[in-house]
Nanobody, 129 residues
């Protein structure tokens, strides 16, 4: 089973940028890998997803145009570039992996949080003025 470790979180001002990393170990990244987040008092929600085989992506509407998910196979790592950060982006960010990944209407699936069983420990992102 792949082990996932997130890094890159921190505190940033509104409008700023951060890049999160998720390093995988134990096996090569494959299938769907995604970024999810959970704000205090809220349920975990989907942020971005990548089909590591086809390099296709899927984004939540709330981050579309601001966030970008990518992969570096040589480093066995996926990234989340976050630009134009808003206060509501503050949350613990987790990466997760699902070896079963399909395309539905050209976008990788599954995106739903409940479909992921293999999670990292998370990295905190705080956006404030």
């Amino acid at each position: 089973q792949v082990k996932l470790e997130e890094s890159g979180g921190g505190s940033v001002e509104i409008g700023g940028s951060l890049r999160l990393s998720c390093a995988a170990s134990g096996t090569y990244i494959s299938g769907c890998m995604g970024w999810f987040r959970q704000a205090t008092g809220k349920e975990r929600e989907e942020v971005a997803l990548i089909d590591t085989g086809l390099d296709t992506t899927h984004y939540a509407d709330s981050v579309k145009g601001r966030f970008s998910i990518s992969q570096n196979n040589a480093k066995n790592t996926i990234y989340l570039q976050m630009n134009s950060l808003k206060a509501e982006d503050s949350a613990m960010y987790y990466c997760a992996a699902n070896p079963l990944c399909t395309l539905i209407s050209g976008r990788p699936s599954p995106f739903e949080t409940y479909a992921y069983k293999n999670w990292g420990q998370g990295t905190q992102v705080t956006v404030s003025s």
